[in-house]
């Protein structure tokens, strides 16, 4: 079983601020994300941003290569 990371609206905020710093929608990031083998919709990404979706450490690292950002961009308050 994978690890997820727990919910949370902050969190979710900042994926949303890079996403759109990249001038992604988030058609177009989960269409990058399932290139990179995660099965995330559009639907399951919005529930991401808003806090309401755990996420997991396979799709948070598949984050970070395609926003191009660190780790640390995740948690910034």
């Known amino acids: ?3 997820n990371i727990k919910a949370d609206k902050s969190f979710g905020d900042n994926i949303r601020k890079w996403r759109n710093a990249k001038g992604m929608t988030q058609e177009e990031l989960s269409s990058q994300l399932q290139i990179h083998g995660c099965d995330i919709s559009r639907g399951t990404l919005a529930k991401i ?4 979706r755990h996420i997991s450490v396979d799709e948070l690292q598949a984050i ?3 926003l191009e950002i660190t780790y640390e961009d995740f948690f910034a308050k």
């Not at 941003?49 to 309401?52: D, P, R, V």
Request: aromatic residues 0%; proline residues 0%; without cysteine.
């Open 49 to 52: 941003e808003a806090g309401i």
């Open 1 to 3: 079983m994978g690890q």
């Open 64 to 66: 970070k290569i395609i």
